[in-house]
């Protein structure tokens, strides 16, 4: 007689067969219209990139098809090729094949056993204030100056800046609520940060007199209408094309200059983590070695430490 155990077991094994028949395509389709309730349209469109690739290497298969062997060869090839790429598609497609093994179409997920190839990341490129104000002179038109000084005085991402509601703004405590029941933030968790006088003189002058609390965003177009996260971006990146700054520079590297002129001036990585909303502190120490004055500092106490300097 089985036990519960093997009986389980051939249970889903069982509902598993009778969901093998399920090609890459009609899986794809399905895990899109699941997540885009809870996701960003630009992650829809990530997800959309890595499926199509996947589909040019493998053709329409069968699911139950892309086994460990199938995904690593898959993984080292688009690593050839891009290692961003791979790590993005790596990222993208362990979460998709998550949903594939709680949906019980594969009993385990294959990427699970396979192991993106190391590689060292390049450093997040920085600019300040100066910089940017050379680069704002190239921006058309004049109205976006605004989300990009925005931008570098708040460390905000553009996701949630342009979604910003004048609801979620303190002007007299000078604190600014971001995410709401509209607006879910990349950590799915709603956060205050204080703003400075910076922000404030961006902000004052465009405070309407009478504010709706549904859609009153902070910065919109002149129909009243957010703008789009490509628009933005795109509009920045042109403006850096046409100076002769680092051209590695674009609109995220607004918020890795906040990061990076607190962290020189002194601001503490748990303080830094909590403004720009971090779930891990692992993430916000990228920024840790910028404080070169407080490393060098540091590293001379090895001096009497040792003796040496005694």
């Known amino acids: 007689m089985d036990t519960s155990a093997e009986f389980l077991e051939q249970l889903i094994k069982k509902v598993i067969s009778e969901k093998s028949n399920i090609t890459l395509i009609q899986f794809r389709d399905e895990y899109l219209q699941t997540i885009k309730f809870t996701h960003s349209k630009s992650y829809l469109r990530s997800v959309e990139y890595t499926f199509k690739d996947l589909l040019k290497f493998s053709d329409n298969l069968l699911l139950s098809r892309f086994d460990v062997r199938f995904m690593e060869s898959y993984i080292i090839s688009t690593f050839k090729r891009s290692k961003y790429t791979a790590a993005l598609h790596y990222r993208t497609l362990k979460a998709a094949f998550n949903k594939a093994v ?39 038109p004049e109205n976006l100056k605004d989300i990009y000084r925005f931008a570098f005085f708040t460390g905000l991402r553009l996701a949630e800046i342009i979604n910003l509601k004048w609801k979620n703004v303190n002007m007299k405590e000078r604190i600014i609520q971001v995410g709401d029941e509209d607006f879910d933030t990349k950590a799915k968790k709603i956060r205050e940060i204080p703003f400075c006088g910076q922000v404030f003189d961006i902000l004052a002058p465009r405070v309407p007199r009478i504010i709706k609390q549904k859609k009153s965003f902070v910065f919109t177009k002149e129909n009243n209408y957010p703008y789009t996260n490509d628009y933005i971006s795109k509009t920045f990146k042109k403006a850096v094309k046409k100076t002769e700054l680092n051209q590695t520079i674009h609109f995220h590297s607004l918020r890795h200059s906040f990061a990076s002129t607190l962290i020189k001036n002194g601001v503490s990585i748990y303080s830094l983590k909590e403004l720009l909303g971090h779930s891990s502190i692992s993430v916000t120490e990228i920024y840790s070695h910028l404080n070169m004055d407080t490393l060098k500092i540091d590293i001379n106490k090895f001096e009497y430490l040792s003796g040496i300097g005694s």
């Not at 949906?103 to 990341?121: A, C, D, E, G, H």
Request: charged letters at 25%; hydrophobic letters at 35%; zero cysteines.
């Open 102 to 140: 709680d949906w019980n179409y594969i009993p385990s997920n294959p990427l699970n056993k396979v192991k993106l190839p190391r590689f060292q990341k390049s450093k997040p490129s920085f600019i300040n204030q100066e910089e940017l104000e050379i680069i704002l002179k190239y921006v058309v």
